[in-house]
Structure formats: structure tokens, C-alpha cells
């Protein structure tokens, strides 16, 4: 259920190394978290160009329940979006790790990303 190629932050963000653009890493959330949420009916995203700093909010997402905050797993800019999700945000529950994914940053620090939670950490954090 928690691809173990991924990387994870507690705020249930995964992150896959690599993005489709060079440099780059694709941001999404786990399965847990879409779970809890329920169904997403609107996604706010960052701008292309946007600076984003790890732990600070840089999207939301709402759902028949709630809205939450996404949040950057690490320093970087938003170097591409997901755009599919305007017009069909049900894509990040129904497929949270391929076709729901966020958007794609670059990294400030290149190895900022190798000191994210593994998925057996991830899922000890979230009881599983």
C-alpha cells in the first residue's frame, strides 16, 4: 500500500525521485492521507516559479469533510503542476501515487530528500 521507492514526511506527502522534469522530485499524498480526507473535490496548487519551504503549507485540498493543507516535503521551486486536477481532483484519491499526484519541485538541496522517511518508518508513524 506505501510504495516502498517512494520517500514520506509526517504530514503524509510522499515524494518520488524522479520528477519528469530534469532535477526535479513529484509530490503527492499517501493513500492514508487521501483516506481520511474522503472524497477531494477541489485541489489548490503552487505556481510554476513558486519558492515553497519544507514543512510550510503551499497548496490545500478539500474535501466532502474538510480542508487540508499540503505541505512541501523540502526546499525547493514548483516546476510543474498538476493540472488534470482541475477539472478532476477525484484522481488523487481514486490513484493517489500515479495519476493524483500534486506537482514537481526542484530541490534546493539535492539531498534533502534522502533524510525523508522510508515507508516502513512512515507507516510506524501512522500506526501500521
Same mark, same amino acid.
Given at each position: 500500500?506505501?510504495?516502498?521507492?517512494?520517500?514520506y514526511?509526517?504530514?503524509?506527502?510522499? #515524494?518520488?525521485?524522479?520528477?519528469?522534469?530534469?532535477?526535479?522530485?513529484?509530490?503527492?499524498?499517501?493513500?492514508?492521507?487521501?483516506?481520511? +480526507?474522503?472524497?477531494?473535490?477541489?485541489?489548490? +496548487?503552487? !505556481?510554476?516559479?513558486?519558492?515553497?519551504?519544507?514543512?510550510?503549507?503551499?497548496?490545500e485540498? &478539500? @474535501?466532502?469533510?474538510? #480542508?487540508?493543507?499540503?505541505?512541501?516535503? %523540502?526546499? *525547493? &521551486? %514548483? #516546476? /510543474? %503542476?498538476?493540472? @488534470?486536477?482541475?477539472?478532476?481532483?477525484?484522481? #488523487?484519491?481514486?490513484?493517489?501515487?500515479?495519476?493524483?499526484?500534486?506537482? &514537481? +519541485?526542484?530541490?534546493?538541496d @539535492? *539531498? /534533502?530528500?534522502? *533524510?525523508? +522517511?522510508? !515507508? !516502513?518508518?512512515?507507516q510506524?508513524?501512522?500506526?501500521?
Amino acid at each position: 500500500m506505501y510504495p516502498v521507492d517512494l520517500k514520506y514526511t509526517p504530514e503524509h506527502e510522499w #515524494v518520488r525521485t524522479p520528477g519528469d522534469t530534469e532535477g526535479s522530485v513529484r509530490v503527492g499524498i499517501t493513500h492514508y492521507a487521501q483516506d481520511q +480526507l474522503g472524497d477531494i473535490v477541489y485541489v489548490s +496548487l503552487p !505556481a510554476v516559479g513558486d519558492a515553497v519551504t519544507a514543512g510550510s503549507a503551499c497548496g490545500e485540498l &478539500e @474535501s466532502t469533510k474538510s #480542508v487540508s493543507d499540503v505541505y512541501a516535503p %523540502v526546499d *525547493g &521551486e %514548483v #516546476v /510543474a %503542476v498538476n493540472e @488534470s486536477l482541475d477539472t478532476t481532483p477525484e484522481l #488523487v484519491n481514486s490513484d493517489p501515487y500515479g495519476g493524483g499526484w500534486l506537482y &514537481e +519541485l526542484t530541490p534546493t538541496d @539535492s *539531498g /534533502a530528500v534522502d *533524510g525523508l +522517511l522510508d !515507508a !516502513a518508518a512512515y507507516q510506524e508513524t501512522i500506526g501500521e
